[in-house]
């Protein structure tokens, strides 16, 4: 899962980027207003942490852009403290939840898993598809209770493929969502980590479509 982390303040910044790679995100991030409307408008984001108060462009015009232009992707405001109106601002332009200054990791970690999972039509943490089970909070992956040993490419292309479950998800669109926009993509490496997947998992549990891309579905 990609995330778009928008903040200014560089030490802020630094701390989130930290704490959200070590969540297993793909993180990419934008200091100024314009930035980061340009990088939510062409890039694959599966969600954004959006400071309001920002450079160039503040977050509730970036916010209203997107929608405007019909970017759906979920977004969490972080607003001053007791900045009640920036709240109400920012829900009224289409934020999805909103965390006030300062907060803790934790926090925002589990608004955002809440946020993800919610997009995708999820109403749990854990996601399963037959016998397999992907625990969002711990980065577990189980096949009959027995835990699996992931890489963390082979976690983050599993965890999207179950959140898209019953999808046909193309080889682009997994790159788009396992690597940040500055990194050296490609694409034949999503064929080497579905082959490793295919090893883990039960058999016929990840599809390849021909010319597609590849299904994730319980074989039932
Ligand atoms: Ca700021």
Redesign the pocket.
Known sequence: MRILLV???PT?AAQLAAGLAAAGYVVDSAHNGVDAHFMGDTEAIDAVVL?????QMD?ITVLKKWRAAGRAMPVLI?TARDGWHEKVAGIDAGADDYLSKPFHMEELLARLRALIRRAGGHASAELTCGPLTLDTRTHRATVDGQALALTSHEYRVLAYLMHHQGEVVSRTNLVEHIYAQDFDRDSNTVEVFIARLRKKLPPRLIETIRGLGYRLASPQ
């Open positions: 903040e200014d303040e802020l400071d309001l108060g920002l450079p977050g972080l």
